[in-house]
């Protein structure tokens, strides 16, 4: 028989079905109850284990390569050709029809366009990189570049979903979600899955990392790290209306009532998970503001990681995985910024300007603290861009015949750390760069992969919503176990 | 243990090979250079396991059978085999295997084969399909609904309706016995709870408990079946079953809003004030367009077309309707079937697709009574089934029609239209087996606290079996039996004395039935988020009871007082305090709200503005009072009980404890006001605060410019200056301690339009430290060390300059005061930028607060 569950939690959710999750559980999954009962020893042990908070630490169905996920998603689509998959043949046609046929994508597209930037060989791997992002060129011993990446349409916001959720349109829970759901987290005091975007959301806005039919706790948290102060950035993690020390004594007091209240109701797991809840929040007050606060540290990091919004948001991103935050996402900005339909040559060198050093620091930094073979770094947006110019059309971009379009034929993504074979290329475009031909991977072969580096076989990771056993890559997916080290 | 259904499978039937036996070279041939690749490259997808596109090529008939788009392999016809064409990897066809191309003599290996006629050993035999297979004509939830009557008990006394003799004969059968009624003060506060979703007051149980007539307590249930909040309480309830919302989601540019929204919402809370019969209550939703002439009714159909937009998507919108009417009102996941057969219950895509066509017929028509209505087509659409739920894929014809696993052989095609009118009578209908016992374990679900099916949107046959089967069809009977009123239904589950049992579980239930299927005692409910909220406004004496309106932004600094279940929902960005609290998805239909417990709910009682704000009004109610009695009247407004002793005592402790707070240590130091500049003094000669903060910003009012103050703002970076001379913008910090000070900072003016600002630095309105002009460039502005005293202010002035032109500017401070033997104080002034200095929390507004996060106002007993 398939077990429908992963783990004892889970299943002690599960358990719930029948009844114990109204106790504070969560209705999920099916049950495994006399798997729970054989652990516990007991009934009354498998309704305790049930009543746990369902962010709790779990076990996953193999041994775990990546405990933690750090996305950085360049939303709006980078390009391929321009970044790390150089294409020499562009500059022989540059500004001619290309021999074959251009693929559709959302725009009329016209002659082959070179890229403006130099490619140069890196690390002992010699993987070759485009000058904008020089610098994380440096660690790219340690990356597993994917130039076959395809998805299914040329357009934002399916794209999005697809990438994020594993489903284009409908109502799926975020690759986040489904982690938190099966691992919980190993710190109670943070979110179990942050979100990061600077000055507002991306397109297809917190859709992008919901949690679907799964219990909304395992949402994304977000945050608009245009923002410094803690407080601003997590909603009611400070009480500036009462100094820290008299909040304990009210929680003390609040624990005397709770307790008698407990003797009166005679012994019960929803009660006294709500009351350790509060010793949580107590906790999680401090905790956060100093995890959020990159003023503390040192300057020697602060100078690496360098100036600015992306740098702040990606040392927040490595000082939250430090204290086991579960799956940490960092957007480049509001909107779609790498989208570049105009001017790619200015635009696609800012934006690397902006992450490229932080991105360095940060595959550096996890590296040195002896956290990268446990993290796993993801970089990517939601589909690349034609190696061909983007035509003039009216209302849609800026007639300045010096950008590309969206292409979802192919792109490029890369995975470093967490259990990645690093130093690699897997996969190819065309010799062109505009679709993807050998070792092809969909974005649900991704998911596949990023589970299996987190212990789990993508096909039975599942749960059951409205009469079906559902699953992140639905029926696709396989690993690419060359991508696996 | 939930029984697990065992697998069966089906036997493939397969015409035996039509081509004459292979050869011994054929088939060494075959078995060396074409089986092994299509194992390594195809039998992923295409096998017994799967059978992606509906191919399974690990045996020469299915090859020859083909996919759900036809045959694939012609043997002896190379052009004509579809597998050929997609081995090729043409850029504008599917490609296979789907990452990369076969090698060139691999694909000359199966040239080569097809052409010799694609020989495949004789004596194969093709491994079975996986699958399932399971008797559902027996499924209890497909049986008719009995009327069974109620078991004879050895205990005579204790049951008081018929509920409580199916509930007592089930736990004599496992020799246990139900609990004691709990103490009356409970019993009200859990019946109002549950009817009304707000707790009772002091007053009015003390009123329950001096009343000693036989009826008192029913007479308690009329009241409340009869209080306008009963529909409010369950008409939430029905929102969670209808995923509603004020927003569309996700569309693009277009305006999200369903502004008639709440119309819907209103209709439902009418509904249930009037008892509205159910099946009623159903057609109206479906097809209040064919079922009523009231304009108010077609407010209904909100129920089908408030869903989520999927950005416009047709099919989705319709599976979403789709979806909310089956497993809303029958527990029938019928959206398993848009793109295959369901795997578990009797409803073939077809069915669906049955159901897509009476949605696809009809419309929604602008500027009609109602934005909400649908109206039929004129011509209604004819299905098709879209093989694998692809749109572009179209198969078979099929008729609009309902379900096969309800209507039976009885099933006859719509003729009315889009069918929308004859499907709302099939799905309201007491022969319907699912609708009436739908509802009735829902009802049960909300009182009870554990509904008898316990997957209460999935009755399908791989669901939970009921825990009291004859007790749910009891129910679902005279639901139907009663003219489907749900007051009734309601009034006999909380009449009994199975609701009116003790929720205190005894060791002796616990070791027999720790999830207390049987019922010996009532499960203790945590309140919801409505319930919940709404007991922080009304212990503050806060509640606004208005009935109905427009929906109201609850979340973030919001102050409104309206009951919960009048709050904006957007569904595309679902305020933070909703998901915390477990309110139902209101993306798809939610089968039952979780319940989780995190320590982000505990943050919003002990920290969040709202919570404060309430705690804060509480406490102010007694403030009068001595402290003694002030105690005992906080416990009463939150508890609706009297403090014992010892707690009273634990108060008045807490109270004695606490410090009076000082609200110079919340104070930051900075104020921000504007002010008279005298240029020729380099003086200022006034200050005055700015009025009004938006939550980023001090200005004079909400809008800029203000009538009064112009275009004088203050931000956590800058601002802009005001109108004139007379409305500088002054930022000033007061020196706590005698000390050196040095600051240093950066006036930016970014723009070369307009003739730039001036920015200076004053102690104390006068004597002024430094000054700077900027016009589309940045400046330091640096002062090294100077001595300042205790009380002295720092004034950080910026004027127009010349004229009032693109006047805005950034001028972020550091200041370093150096204290001698103390050490350095710093302030910075865009990290302590902050809105109005809120009222510290008192000691009695702690202890306020602290009754508000206890478990016992919480929790329902």
Same mark, same amino acid.
């Given at each position: 028989?398939?077990?429908?569950?992963?783990?004892?939690?889970?299943?002690?959710?599960?358990?719930?079905?029948?009844?114990?999750?109204?106790?504070?559980?969560?209705?999920?999954?099916?049950?495994?109850?006399?798997?729970?009962?054989?652990?516990?020893?007991?009934?009354?042990?498998? #309704?305790?284990?049930?009543?746990?908070?369902?962010?709790?630490?779990?076990?996953?169905?193999?041994?775990?390569?990546?405990?933690?996920?750090?996305?950085?998603?360049?939303?709006?689509?980078?390009?391929?050709?321009?970044?790390?998959?150089?294409?020499?043949?562009?500059?022989?046609?540059?500004?001619?029809?290309?021999?074959?046929?251009?693929?559709?994508?959302?725009?009329?597209?016209?002659?082959?366009?070179?890229?403006?930037?130099?490619?140069?060989?890196?690390?002992?791997?010699?993987?070759?990189?485009?000058?904008?992002?020089?610098?994380?060129?440096?660690?790219?011993?340690?990356?597993?570049?994917?130039?076959?990446?395809?998805?299914?349409?040329?357009?934002?916001?399916?794209?999005?979903?697809?990438?994020?959720?594993?489903?284009?349109?409908?109502?799926?829970?975020?690759?986040?979600?489904?982690?938190?759901?099966?691992?919980?987290?190993?710190?109670?005091?943070?979110?179990?899955?942050?979100?990061?975007?600077?000055?507002?959301?991306?397109?297809?806005?917190?859709?992008?990392?919901?949690?679907?039919?799964?219990?909304?706790?395992?949402?994304?948290?977000?945050?608009?790290?245009?923002?410094?102060?803690?407080?601003?950035?997590?909603?009611?993690?400070?009480?500036?209306?009462?100094?820290?020390?008299?909040?304990?004594?009210?929680?003390?007091?609040?624990?005397? &009532?709770?307790?008698?209240?407990?003797?009166?109701?005679?012994?019960?797991?929803?009660?006294?998970?709500?009351?350790?809840?509060?010793?949580?929040?107590?906790?999680?007050?401090?905790?956060?503001?100093?995890?959020?606060?990159?003023?503390?540290?040192?300057?020697?990091?602060?100078?690496?990681?360098?100036?600015?919004?992306?740098?702040?948001?990606?040392?927040?991103?490595?000082? &939250?995985?430090?204290?086991?935050?579960?799956?940490?996402?960092?957007?480049?900005?509001?909107?779609?910024?790498?989208?570049?339909?105009?001017?790619?040559?200015?635009?696609?060198?800012?934006?690397?300007?902006?992450?490229?050093?932080?991105?360095?620091?940060? &595959?550096?930094?996890?590296?040195?603290?002896?956290?990268?073979?446990?993290?796993?770094?993801?970089?990517?947006?939601?589909?690349?861009?034609?190696?061909?110019?983007?035509?003039?059309?009216?209302?849609?971009?800026?007639?300045?015949?010096?950008? +590309?379009?969206?292409?979802?034929?192919?792109?490029?993504?890369?995975?470093?750390?967490?259990?990645?074979?690093?130093?690699?290329?897997?996969?190819?475009?065309?010799?062109?760069?505009?679709?993807?031909?050998?070792?092809?991977?969909?974005?649900?072969?991704?998911?596949?992969?990023?589970? +299996? #580096?987190?212990?789990?076989?993508?096909?039975?990771?599942?749960?059951?919503?409205?009469?079906?056993?559902?699953?992140?890559?639905?029926?696709?997916?396989?690993?690419?176990?060359?991508?696996?080290? | 243990?939930?029984?697990?259904?065992?697998?069966?499978?089906?036997?493939?039937?397969?015409?035996?090979?039509?081509?004459?036996?292979?050869?011994?070279?054929?088939?060494?041939?075959?078995?060396?250079?074409?089986?092994?690749?299509?194992?390594?490259?195809?039998?992923?997808?295409?096998?017994?396991?799967?059978?992606?596109?509906?191919?399974?090529?690990?045996?020469?008939?299915?090859?020859?059978?083909?996919?759900?788009?036809?045959?694939?392999?012609?043997?002896?016809?190379?052009?004509?085999?579809?597998?050929?064409?997609?081995?090729?990897?043409?850029?504008?066809?599917?490609?296979?295997?789907?990452?990369?191309?076969?090698?060139?003599?691999?694909?000359?290996?199966?040239?080569?084969?097809?052409?010799?006629?694609?020989?495949?050993?004789?004596?194969?035999?093709?491994?079975?399909?996986?699958?399932?297979?399971?008797?559902?004509?027996?499924?209890?939830?497909?049986?008719?609904?009995?009327?069974?009557?109620?078991?004879?008990?050895?205990?005579?006394?204790?049951?008081?309706?018929?509920?409580?003799?199916?509930?007592?004969?089930?736990?004599?059968?496992?020799?246990?016995?139900?609990?004691?009624?709990?103490?009356?003060?409970?019993?009200?506060?859990?019946?109002?709870?549950?009817?009304?979703?707000?707790?009772?007051?002091?007053?009015?149980?003390?009123?329950?408990?001096?009343?000693?007539?036989?009826?008192?307590?029913?007479?308690?249930?009329?009241?409340?079946?009869?209080?306008?909040?009963?529909?409010?309480?369950?008409?939430?309830?029905?929102?969670?079953?209808?995923?509603?919302?004020?927003?569309?989601?996700?569309?693009?540019?277009?305006?999200?809003?369903?502004?008639?929204?709440?119309?819907?919402?209103?209709?439902?809370?009418?509904?249930?004030?009037?008892?509205?019969?159910?099946?009623?209550?159903?057609?109206?939703?479906?097809?209040?367009?064919?079922?009523?002439?009231?304009?108010?009714?077609?407010?209904?159909?909100?129920?089908?077309?408030?869903?989520?937009?999927?950005?416009?998507?047709?099919?989705?919108?319709?599976?979403?309707?789709?979806?909310?009417?089956?497993?809303?009102?029958?527990?029938?996941?019928?959206?398993?079937?848009?793109?295959?057969?369901?795997?578990?219950?009797?409803?073939?895509?077809?069915?669906?697709?049955?159901?897509?066509?009476?949605?696809?017929?009809?419309?929604?028509?602008?500027?009609?009574?109602?934005?909400?209505?649908?109206?039929?087509?004129?011509?209604?659409?004819?299905?098709?089934?879209?093989?694998?739920?692809?749109?572009?894929?179209?198969?078979?014809?099929?008729?609009?029609?309902?379900?096969?696993?309800?209507?039976?052989?009885?099933?006859?095609?719509?003729?009315?239209?889009?069918?929308?009118?004859?499907?709302?009578?099939?799905?309201?209908?007491?022969?319907?087996?699912?609708?009436?016992?739908?509802?009735?374990?829902?009802?049960?679900?909300?009182?009870?606290?554990?509904?008898?099916?316990?997957?209460?949107?999935?009755?399908?046959?791989?669901?939970?079996?009921?825990?009291?089967?004859?007790?749910?069809?009891?129910?679902?009977?005279?639901?139907?039996?009663?003219?489907?009123?749900?007051?009734?239904?309601?009034?006999?589950?909380?009449?009994?004395?199975?609701?009116?049992?003790?929720?205190?579980?005894?060791?002796?239930?616990?070791?027999?039935?720790?999830?207390?299927?049987?019922?010996?005692?009532?499960?203790?409910?945590?309140?919801?988020?409505?319930?919940?909220?709404?007991?922080?406004?009304?212990?503050?004496?806060?509640?606004?009871?208005?009935?109905?309106?427009?929906?109201?932004?609850?979340?973030?600094?919001?102050?409104?007082?309206?009951?919960?279940?009048?709050?904006?929902?957007?569904?595309?960005?679902?305020?933070?305090?909703?998901?915390?609290?477990?309110?139902?998805?209101?993306?798809?239909?939610?089968?039952?709200?979780?319940?989780?417990?995190?320590?982000?709910?505990?943050?919003?009682?002990?920290?969040?503005?709202?919570?404060?704000?309430?705690?804060?009004?509480?406490?102010?109610?007694?403030?009068?009072?001595?402290?003694?009695?002030?105690?005992?009247?906080?416990?009463?407004?939150?508890?609706?009980?009297?403090?014992?002793?010892?707690?009273?005592?634990?108060?008045?402790?807490?109270?004695?404890?606490?410090?009076?707070?000082?609200?110079?240590?919340?104070?930051?130091?900075?104020?921000?006001?504007?002010?008279?500049?005298?240029?020729?003094?380099?003086?200022?000669?006034?200050?005055?605060?700015?009025?009004?903060?938006?939550?980023?910003?001090?200005?004079?009012?909400?809008?800029?410019?203000?009538?009064?103050?112009?275009?004088?703002?203050?931000?956590?970076?800058?601002?802009?200056?005001?109108?004139?001379?007379?409305?500088?913008?002054?930022?000033?910090?007061?020196?706590?301690?005698?000390?050196?000070?040095?600051?240093?900072?950066?006036?930016?003016?970014?723009?070369?339009?307009?003739?730039?600002?001036?920015?200076?630095?004053?102690?104390?309105?006068?004597?002024?430290?430094?000054?700077?002009?900027?016009?589309?460039?940045?400046?330091?502005?640096?002062?090294?060390?100077?001595?300042?005293?205790?009380?002295?202010?720092?004034?950080?002035?910026?004027?127009?300059?010349?004229?009032?032109?693109?006047?805005?500017?950034?001028?972020?401070?550091?200041?370093?005061?150096?204290?001698?033997?103390?050490?350095?104080?710093?302030?910075?002034?865009?990290?302590?930028?902050?809105?109005?200095?809120?009222?510290?929390?008192?000691?009695?507004?702690?202890?306020?607060?602290?009754?508000?996060?206890?478990?016992?106002?919480?929790?329902?007993?």
């Amino acid at each position: 028989m398939q077990t429908e569950t992963i783990n004892p939690a889970l299943d002690a959710a599960a358990l719930s079905r029948r009844d114990l999750l109204h106790r504070c559980g969560m209705g999920m999954g099916a049950l495994m109850l006399s798997q729970l009962m054989a652990e516990t020893g007991s009934v009354r042990g498998a #309704l305790q284990a049930a009543t746990k908070n369902p962010l709790e630490p779990r076990q996953s169905h193999f041994p775990v390569r990546a405990k933690r996920v750090i996305h950085l998603f360049m939303n709006g689509g980078p390009s391929q050709v321009d970044t790390f998959d150089p294409k020499p043949l562009l500059d022989k046609y540059h500004g001619e029809k290309l021999p074959i046929e251009n693929l559709r994508t959302e725009r009329p597209t016209g002659a082959a366009y070179r890229s403006p930037y130099k490619f140069q060989k890196y690390g002992e791997s010699g993987i070759p990189v485009s000058e904008i992002f020089s610098k994380t060129a440096e660690c790219v011993d340690d990356m597993a570049i994917v130039r076959s990446m395809h998805a299914d349409v040329p357009n934002h916001e399916p794209s999005l979903l697809l990438m994020n959720c594993g489903d284009a349109r409908q109502i799926r829970p975020s690759l986040g979600s489904w982690l938190t759901y099966g691992l919980g987290t190993d710190n109670q005091n943070l979110p179990a899955f942050v979100v990061m975007c600077p000055g507002g959301y991306p397109i297809q806005e917190s859709q992008n990392w919901q949690s679907g039919f799964l219990p909304g706790i395992y949402q994304g948290t977000y945050l608009d790290t245009n923002n410094v102060e803690v407080s601003k950035l997590i909603s009611n993690i400070r009480n500036d209306r009462l100094p820290r020390e008299q909040q304990r004594k009210q929680i003390d007091l609040l624990q005397q &009532l709770n307790q008698r209240h407990l003797d009166r109701s005679g012994h019960d797991p929803q009660l006294e998970a709500r009351i350790q809840s509060y010793e949580l929040a107590f906790r999680m007050q401090s905790e956060a503001a100093d995890a959020f606060d990159v003023s503390r540290e040192p300057k020697h990091i602060l100078d690496m990681y360098g100036p600015g919004t992306q740098a702040r948001q990606i040392l927040i991103a490595r000082r &939250l995985v430090e204290r086991g935050v579960r799956f940490v996402q960092v957007w480049h900005g509001e909107g779609q910024p790498w989208d570049n339909h105009d001017d790619i040559e200015v635009n696609h060198r800012r934006l690397a300007g902006q992450c490229d050093q932080a991105i360095a620091a940060l &595959l550096k930094d996890l590296k040195q603290r002896g956290l990268l073979d446990e993290t796993l770094v993801v970089w990517g947006g939601e589909f690349g861009r034609t190696p061909v110019v983007e035509m003039p059309k009216e209302g849609s971009n800026q007639g300045k015949i010096n950008g +590309r379009d969206h292409n979802h034929w192919g792109f490029t993504m890369w995975l470093a750390g967490g259990g990645v074979r690093g130093g690699t290329i897997y996969g190819a475009t065309d010799e062109f760069g505009f679709r993807a031909v050998e070792n092809k991977v969909h974005v649900h072969d991704l998911h596949a992969t990023i589970l +299996r #580096l987190m212990g789990f076989d993508h096909e039975q990771f599942t749960y059951r919503y409205a009469g079906r056993d559902f699953r992140l890559t639905d029926v696709h997916g396989r690993v690419i176990h060359d991508l696996i080290a | 243990m939930r029984a697990l259904i065992p697998r069966f499978v089906i036997l493939a039937i397969l015409t035996p090979a039509a081509l004459s036996a292979a050869t011994p070279e054929q088939e060494e041939f075959f078995e060396k250079k074409i089986r092994p690749v299509l194992v390594e490259s195809c039998y992923e997808c295409h096998s017994s396991k799967k059978q992606q596109a509906g191919l399974r090529v690990d045996h020469i008939d299915f090859l020859k059978k083909g996919s759900e788009n036809g045959p694939v392999l012609k043997p002896g016809d190379l052009a004509g085999s579809r597998i050929w064409e997609v081995l090729q990897h043409d850029p504008l066809d599917t490609q296979m295997p789907p990452d990369s191309k076969l090698d060139a003599a691999v694909l000359a290996d199966i040239k080569r084969w097809i052409e010799m006629g694609a020989p495949w050993p004789a004596s194969d035999v093709p491994a079975t399909t996986e699958g399932a297979a399971v008797d559902w004509t027996q499924h209890w939830a497909f049986q008719p609904i009995g009327r069974p009557q109620p078991p004879e008990t050895r205990n005579t006394a204790w049951p008081r309706t018929q509920i409580d003799r199916f509930v007592l004969a089930k736990l004599e059968a496992s020799g246990m016995r139900p609990s004691d009624e709990t103490d009356r003060a409970t019993l009200l506060r859990r019946l109002k709870y549950d009817l009304l979703g707000l707790p009772p007051s002091f007053e009015e149980i003390q009123a329950f408990l001096a009343d000693e007539s036989p009826d008192a307590y029913e007479k308690r249930v009329e009241s409340y079946l009869n209080a306008p909040q009963f529909g409010e309480r369950w008409g939430r309830h029905w929102l969670d079953v209808a995923r509603y919302a004020d927003t569309k989601g996700y569309v693009f540019t277009e305006d999200r809003n369903y502004y008639d929204a709440w119309r819907f919402r209103d209709w439902v809370i009418a509904a249930f004030n009037n008892d509205l019969p159910y099946d009623r209550f159903i057609k109206l939703q479906i097809a209040a367009d064919q079922f009523s002439e009231a304009p108010d009714d077609l407010h209904a159909m909100g129920f089908l077309t408030l869903g989520r937009r999927f950005i416009n998507n047709k099919n989705d919108i319709i599976d979403d309707r789709i979806d909310v009417m089956s497993r809303g009102l029958m527990g029938l996941t019928v959206t398993c079937a848009r793109c295959h057969d369901h795997k578990f219950d009797p409803i073939p895509t077809a069915d669906y697709y049955s159901l897509y066509g009476v949605f696809d017929s009809c419309d929604e028509p602008k500027n009609e009574p109602s934005t909400l209505r649908l109206v039929d087509k004129e011509r209604p659409s004819e299905p098709r089934v879209f093989l694998r739920g692809n749109a572009r894929n179209g198969g078979p014809r099929v008729p609009r029609q309902f379900l096969e696993v309800v209507a039976r052989e009885d099933r006859k095609p719509f003729t009315q239209g889009s069918g929308r009118k004859e499907l709302a009578e099939a799905v309201a209908n007491g022969d319907n087996p699912l609708t009436a016992r739908v509802w009735a374990n829902r009802v049960w679900g909300h009182l009870i606290g554990r509904e008898l099916v316990r997957t209460p949107s999935d009755f399908g046959v791989r669901s939970d079996p009921p825990t009291h089967p004859e007790l749910l069809d009891s129910l679902a009977g005279r639901l139907i039996d009663s003219g489907w009123s749900t007051k009734t239904l309601i009034r006999e589950i909380v009449l009994s004395n199975t609701y009116r049992q003790s929720s205190r579980m005894t060791p002796d239930d616990e070791a027999r039935d720790p999830e207390n299927l049987l019922l010996a005692h009532m499960n203790r409910k945590r309140a919801d988020f409505e319930s919940l909220r709404d007991s922080l406004l009304a212990a503050a004496g806060n509640l606004d009871l208005t009935l109905g309106g427009k929906s109201v932004e609850i979340s973030g600094s919001s102050t409104a007082n309206r009951r919960t279940v009048y709050a904006f929902i957007d569904r595309q960005n679902l305020p933070e305090v909703f998901r915390v609290f477990d309110l139902a998805s209101p993306d798809t239909h939610a089968p039952r709200r979780y319940e989780t417990s995190v320590p982000q709910q505990a943050l919003y009682l002990m920290n969040s503005p709202f919570a404060l704000a309430q705690a804060q009004k509480l406490s102010a109610r007694y403030e009068a009072l001595e402290p003694a009695d002030r105690v005992r009247e906080l416990f009463r407004a939150v508890y609706a009980r009297d403090p014992s002793s010892d707690e009273a005592a634990a108060a008045k402790d807490f109270i004695d404890a606490a410090p009076e707070p000082e609200s110079a240590d919340i104070a930051s130091g900075w104020e921000y006001g504007y002010g008279a500049v005298d240029p020729d003094a380099s003086k200022l000669t006034s200050f005055t605060p700015l009025p009004h903060f938006t939550g980023s910003a001090w200005q004079g009012g909400p809008q800029l410019p203000d009538d009064g103050l112009g275009w004088a703002m203050l931000n956590s970076a800058g601002g802009h200056v005001g109108n004139d001379l007379q409305h500088a913008v002054v930022r000033r910090w007061s020196v706590p301690a005698d000390g050196r000070l040095a600051i240093r900072g950066e006036l930016r003016h970014n723009t070369d339009q307009g003739d730039g600002v001036r920015g200076r630095i004053l102690i104390s309105g006068d004597g002024q430290r430094g000054v700077w002009e900027v016009q589309n460039r940045r400046q330091r502005t640096i002062l090294s060390g100077f001595d300042v005293r205790a009380g002295d202010t720092i004034e950080f002035v910026t004027d127009l300059k010349g004229n009032l032109n693109h006047d805005s500017f950034e001028w972020k401070v550091r200041l370093t005061l150096d204290v001698a033997g103390v050490g350095i104080v710093e302030s910075s002034s865009d990290r302590e930028f902050a809105g109005p200095t809120p009222l510290p929390l008192k000691p009695w507004d702690q202890l306020a607060q602290t009754l508000l996060l206890s478990n016992e106002f919480q929790f329902i007993d």
